[in-house]
C-alpha cells in the first residue's frame, strides 16, 4: 500500500527558506506524477509544484513560480519541495499527493496522499 509522510514545516520568518519532505514507501514510482498541493481553512486545496517522475519535467503555479523548487531523490523515490523568499501568504497545510499518471495542478486528479504539514510565515 502506498503510504506519503511531509515533513519539514515549521514557522519561518518573511523572505526565509524552508523545505518540505515527502517520504515514499510502499511502492517504487517509475512514471506518474507526485506534486505538492496547500490549503488553508475553509479554502480549496490549491496545486503549487509537480514532478513528472517519466519525463522528469516540473510544473509550478504562477504563484510561486521563480520561489519554489520541487524535486526528487532517485535513490528512494522522495519529493522535496524547496520554498525562498517566503511570504505570509504561503502560510498554509502542505500536503504532497500521487498519481500514476501525467501531472496536473488540480487536487481532484490525485487519490493517494499524505497527511499534511503546516507552514506559517509570519511578517
Known amino acids: 500500500r502506498v503510504q506519503l509522510m511531509e515533513s519539514g514545516g515549521g514557522s519561518v520568518q518573511a523572505g526565509g527558506s524552508l523545505r518540505l519532505s515527502c517520504i515514499v514507501s510502499g511502492y517504487t514510482y517509475n512514471s506518474g506524477c507526485m506534486a505538492w498541493f496547500r490549503q488553508l481553512p475553509a479554502k480549496e486545496r490549491e496545486g503549487v509544484a509537480a514532478f513528472d517522475f517519466g519525463a522528469g519535467s516540473t510544473l509550478y503555479a504562477d504563484s510561486v513560480k521563480g520561489r519554489f523548487s520541487i524535486s526528487q531523490d532517485t535513490a528512494n523515490n522522495n519529493v522535496y519541495l524547496q520554498m525562498t523568499s517566503l511570504d505570509p501568504e504561503d502560510t498554509a497545510v502542505y500536503y504532497c499527493?500521487?498519481?500514476?499518471?501525467?501531472?496536473?495542478?488540480?487536487?481532484?486528479?490525485?487519490?493517494?496522499w499524505g497527511q499534511g504539514t503546516q507552514l506559517t510565515v509570519s511578517s
Open positions: 499527493a500521487a498519481r500514476s499518471s501525467s501531472c496536473y495542478l488540480a487536487a481532484s486528479w490525485y487519490v493517494i
